[in-house]
């Protein structure tokens, strides 16, 4: 299975280019014949590529640099959300690379793995419980990201809130609230910046997902999850 909702969202989350003019038109078209998401998701989508027409290449890159380059809280680099910068990332990144190359997907891109657009890249090759199970995995991260987004004035959240949709799977209220509390997405000076990236995030493993008493995440239980879609991650502080 092949769809291309999802490539397209992962498109959408990317640095800006004139590539992304050039294909927003086809881009509306592919996500109305899918049919995948709800009217009102489709409204909110279609705004945000309206915005992104309207907006001048060199104002919406700055923009995208300010949300997802220069607020940690807003990193697109998922594992980034559970390990922060700890070894435990490099060990869950490598694994997660092999997924992707079980898959048959090559990586030809700088970006870690975990890049949330490559991560929907592999979702859009597997069949509809799947791509739940996938979403559903990750769905607190997204729901933080979409209310950072939402603090910020972003129409980037209907990416987010599109694949909240698509997961099937509620958040958990008290996980996304805390780390919130944590970090609400502002915008950052570069002191904040530095700090942000010597500590970890809010999203924890804890021991009921682990198995440990430490907290620490384990990258196999990760890729586990990832590859038996037979286990819900439940990630909080």
């Not at 640095?15 to 003019?21: D, E, F």
């Not at 992104?52 to 104002?59: A, I, N, S, V």
């Amino acid at each position: 299975m092949n769809t291309r909702t999802f490539k397209i969202l992962g498109f959408l989350l990317t640095y800006p280019t004139g590539a992304h003019r050039d294909a927003f038109s086809e881009c509306r078209v592919f996500l109305k014949q899918e049919n995948i998401l709800s009217a009102k998701t489709l409204e909110s989508l279609n705004r945000l590529i309206t915005e992104m027409e309207e907006t001048g290449l060199l104002d919406l890159q700055e923009a995208y640099v300010d949300l997802f380059d220069r607020t940690p809280s807003l990193s697109l680099h998922l594992f980034e959300h559970i390990h922060g910068d700890s070894r435990q990332r490099g060990q869950a990144l490598a694994d997660l690379a092999g997924v992707y190359e079980q898959a048959g997907l090559v990586i030809n891109t700088e970006e870690t793995p975990d890049y949330l657009p490559l991560f929907l890249e592999y979702v859009s090759t597997l069949p509809p419980e799947e791509i739940r199970n996938n979403l559903g995995s990750i769905v607190n991260i997204l729901s933080a990201l979409s209310e950072r987004l939402k603090n910020r004035g972003s129409a980037y959240t209907g990416i987010f809130d599109a694949l909240i949709e698509a997961a099937e799977k509620t958040p958990d209220k008290a996980a996304v609230d805390s780390a919130l509390k944590e970090a609400s997405g502002a915008e950052y000076d570069l002191e904040q910046i530095d700090r942000e990236w010597e500590e970890q995030f809010a999203f924890e493993n804890t021991p009921q997902t682990t198995g440990q008493d430490d907290g620490c995440p384990k990258a196999k239980e990760m890729l586990e999850r990832i590859e038996s879609y037979k286990q819900e991650e439940r990630i909080k502080k």
